[in-house]
């Protein structure tokens, strides 16, 4: 069984950085994708990001490309979501997911494993 666990949301100001981390334990996750998706309070859950199984290739939401950007370290089993310029309308759960399968990957779905969220919060 894996495990994710994500870290590092918070409280910040408009405009501010947040680096997002997300561990998996269990087994390793190197071949396999990896994903943020994120909720806000009555909001669906929305694609972020997401990186293959090398790190280089990488896919991002309209709303975050240029501001966010996402990585892994295959060596610790854990992937990074640097989120910059962060705006009020970013605040909610920030969720990391692995996806096991070669197919779409941009949906809650496609998504075998998630870890439990990490709250970030903007403040205007």
């Known amino acids: 069984q894996v495990q994710v666990v994500e870290s590092g949301g918070g409280l910040v100001q408009a405009g501010g950085s947040l680096r997002l981390s997300c561990a998996a334990s269990?087994?390793?996750?190197?071949?396999?994708?990896m994903g943020w998706f994120r909720q806000a309070p009555g909001k669906e859950r929305e694609f972020l990001a997401a990186?293959?199984?090398?790190?280089?290739?990488?896919d991002y939401a309209d709303s975050v490309k240029g501001r966010f950007t996402i990585s892994r370290d295959n060596a610790k089993n854990t992937v990074y979501l640097q989120m910059n310029s962060l705006r009020p309308e970013d605040t909610a759960v920030y969720y990391c997911?692995?996806?096991?399968?070669?197919?779409?990957?941009?949906?809650?779905?496609?998504?075998?494993?998630w870890g439990q969220g990490t709250q970030v919060t903007v403040s205007s």
């Open positions: 997911a692995i996806n096991k399968g070669s197919g779409s990957y941009f949906y809650p779905s496609d998504y075998d494993y």
């Open positions: 269990g087994r390793t996750v190197s071949y396999y994708r």
């Open positions: 990186v293959g199984w090398s790190g280089a290739t990488t």
